[in-house]
């Protein structure tokens, strides 16, 4: 009988360690506001989705493509998205100068009129196109996280 009851005991306190400690696991998973990590070092370090990279070729063909053209290589005065004159530009800077740029005075004929999430979709298809690797998670579109990214020449 007295062991009956300790097994009992022992069960009991094994299936309440086990749900502590799958709630403390749980507890800890980010939430689905953190579909945005925080930046890794570099542009090469897969900082947007390629789901991102679609919906911002989506806004850039809409919205960017009569100024930069559809080979992103630049028309009349409009600066080239791509090629060795992007990178000499760009290359050195943290993503969130290239977000607040494009935030602020794009499109030259609206400016300001993209979203906060337009204009981190647009970088992410820029980023893709520009042959940086892709990652799982969405760049953020914010320019605190984004300070920490920096574009830099292929390792």
């Known amino acids: 009988m007295q062991t009956l009851t300790h097994r009992k005991l022992l ?13 403390m696991q749980v507890a800890a998973m980010p939430g689905p506001d953190s579909r945005h990590t925080l930046a890794a070092g570099s542009v090469w370090d897969s900082v947007y989705s390629l789901a991102q990279a679609g919906r911002g ?21 409009a600066p080239p998205l791509t090629g060795a004159q992007f ?4 290359d050195g800077n943290a993503l969130s100068s290239f977000f607040n740029r494009i935030n602020n005075d ?10 906060k999430a337009q204009v981190a979709e ?19 579109a914010t ?13």
């Open 87 to 90: 990178h000499k530009t760009w």
């Open 122 to 140: 647009v970088i992410a298809f820029l980023l893709k196109f520009n042959g940086y690797p892709a990652g799982q998670n969405d760049l953020a």
């Open 143 to 155: 320019p605190e996280l984004l300070s920490q990214i920096r574009f830099l020449p292929k390792p």
């Open 11 to 23: 069960l009991a306190a094994a299936l309440t360690v086990t749900a502590a400690l799958t709630l």
């Open 57 to 77: 070729e989506a806004t850039f063909r809409a919205s960017c493509a009569n100024c930069h053209g559809d080979s992103l290589a630049g028309i009349n005065d």
């Open 106 to 115: 794009m499109p030259s004929d609206n400016p300001g009129s993209l979203s």
